[in-house]
């Protein structure tokens, strides 16, 4: 499993134990302060639960946390965290959303642990297609140095030309150049495959949650209008919200439950996404390697070699 589903599916955790904490009578703050005391509870569940313990209210607190850590994660890590931070803000966002429009808080953390494995869900198998392009990637980046060793095995001394022959600084140069932009554009490739939305659908959820609550539907708009803006989430379609509302009112049904059935099908519509991405990525990474990979390769490997073997034919190296 990626860093970024395990870190989702945490979160998910959190919240159906505070919504089953919460549906039994437990206080808000008494629920937090229980669920960070059980075992393997992490250090920002204990940092939210003593803030709401001195009084501050749960989206605040789940605020304060998200800008307290300050981190600067390297590459690798950097959209597991993000993803991890954006499933902490639609909690927080869907809290603020039920304690304005009067939503049970419960039910509203359950939708959200709903919600929330549907995204680990998105992330696993996104994770699991790109897994084979990315150990590709890895593997033909080592082309170069194969080539090193296949001509030491032949007996060759293929090193001593790069070192110590124009010929050979050339050709190592121009190697180098060729691998270095052949990596940077794999790491864009895999970079851009594995972009997409960390919350998928949540605007739509949060409306559910604000229209199911009891609220007009201009209140449920304005909350969770201010709700995404204060917990610095992206505001989604609200075009297919609106066509969404204005279908329940046309039709004369609940919509909450249609707002719900949107939003699980822009999640599943991210999943395919993903997996779409992933199936291309495996065609487009021969791009970097005939463009790049292979000719650092005859830089760095068999001109060298060639070179070496000419040398030794007539016994000396070139100057």
Same mark, same amino acid.
């Given at each position: 499993?990626?860093a970024?589903?395990? &870190?989702?599916?945490?979160?998910?955790?959190?919240?159906?134990?505070?919504?089953?904490?919460?549906?039994?009578? %437990?206080?808000?703050?008494?629920a937090?302060? $229980?669920?960070?005391?059980s075992?393997g509870?992490s250090?920002?569940v204990?940092?939210?639960?003593?803030?709401?313990?001195?009084?501050?209210?749960?989206?605040?607190?789940?605020?304060? #946390?998200?800008?307290?850590?300050?981190?600067?994660?390297?590459?690798?890590?950097?959209?597991?965290?993000? $993803?991890?931070?954006?499933?902490?803000?639609?909690?927080?966002?869907?809290?603020?959303?039920?304690?304005?429009?009067?939503?049970?808080?419960?039910?509203?953390?359950? #939708?959200?642990?709903?919600?929330?494995?549907?995204?680990?869900?998105?992330?696993?198998?996104?994770?699991?297609?790109?897994?084979g392009?990315?150990s590709? #990637?890895?593997?033909?980046?080592?082309?170069?140095?194969?080539?090193?060793?296949f001509?030491?095995?032949?007996?060759f001394?293929?090193? %001593? =030309?790069?070192?110590?022959?124009?010929?050979?600084?050339?050709?190592?140069?121009?190697?180098?150049a060729?691998?270095?932009?052949?990596?940077?554009?794999t790491?864009?490739?895999?970079?851009?495959?594995g972009?997409?939305?960390?919350t998928p659908?949540?605007?739509? &959820?949060?409306?559910?949650?604000a229209?199911?609550?009891?609220?007009? =539907? &201009?209140?449920a708009?304005?909350?969770?209008?201010?709700?995404?803006?204060?917990?610095?989430?992206?505001?989604?379609?609200?075009?297919l919200?609106?066509?969404?509302?204005d279908?329940?009112?046309?039709?004369?049904?609940?919509?909450?439950?249609?707002?719900?059935?949107?939003?699980?099908?822009?999640?599943?519509?991210?999943?395919?996404d993903?997996?779409?991405?992933?199936?291309?990525?495996?065609?487009?990474?021969?791009?970097p390697?005939g463009?790049?990979?292979?000719?650092?390769?005859?830089a =760095?490997? =068999?001109?060298?070699?060639?070179?070496?073997?000419?040398? #030794?034919?007539?016994?000396?190296?070139p100057?």
């Amino acid at each position: 499993m990626s860093a970024a589903a395990r &870190d989702t599916e945490d979160v998910a955790a959190l919240a159906c134990r505070l919504a089953v904490l919460l549906a039994a009578g %437990t206080a808000p703050a008494s629920a937090w302060t $229980h669920v960070a005391d059980s075992a393997g509870s992490s250090r920002r569940v204990q940092r939210v639960a003593a803030s709401v313990a001195e009084g501050l209210s749960v989206p605040d607190a789940i605020l304060a #946390s998200v800008r307290a850590i300050e981190r600067k994660p390297p590459a690798r890590q950097r959209a597991a965290s993000q $993803h991890t931070d954006a499933a902490w803000l639609a909690i927080a966002a869907a809290w603020q959303v039920a304690s304005d429009a009067g939503a049970p808080l419960a039910g509203t953390l359950e #939708s959200v642990a709903d919600a929330l494995r549907d995204v680990e869900q998105t992330e696993r198998e996104v994770a699991t297609a790109l897994a084979g392009p990315a150990s590709t #990637s890895k593997l033909v980046m080592v082309l170069p140095g194969i080539g090193l060793l296949f001509g030491a095995a032949l007996g060759f001394d293929t090193i %001593t =030309v790069l070192a110590t022959t124009p010929a050979g600084w050339a050709c190592l140069l121009i190697g180098s150049a060729l691998l270095l932009a052949g990596r940077a554009w794999t790491r864009r490739l895999l970079g851009a495959a594995g972009r997409r939305s960390t919350t998928p659908g949540l605007e739509l &959820d949060l409306l559910a949650i604000a229209v199911g609550g009891g609220a007009s =539907v &201009d209140r449920a708009r304005e909350a969770v209008r201010a709700a995404l803006e204060r917990c610095q989430l992206p505001m989604g379609d609200l075009a297919l919200a609106e066509e969404t509302l204005d279908l329940s009112q046309r039709a004369g049904v609940p919509a909450a439950g249609l707002l719900r059935a949107e939003a699980s099908q822009q999640r599943s519509r991210s999943r395919g996404d993903g997996a779409r991405a992933a199936a291309k990525l495996g065609v487009t990474l021969m791009l970097p390697l005939g463009a790049c990979i292979l000719p650092a390769f005859v830089a =760095v490997g =068999v001109v060298p070699l060639m070179i070496a073997v000419i040398s #030794s034919s007539l016994g000396t190296l070139p100057a």
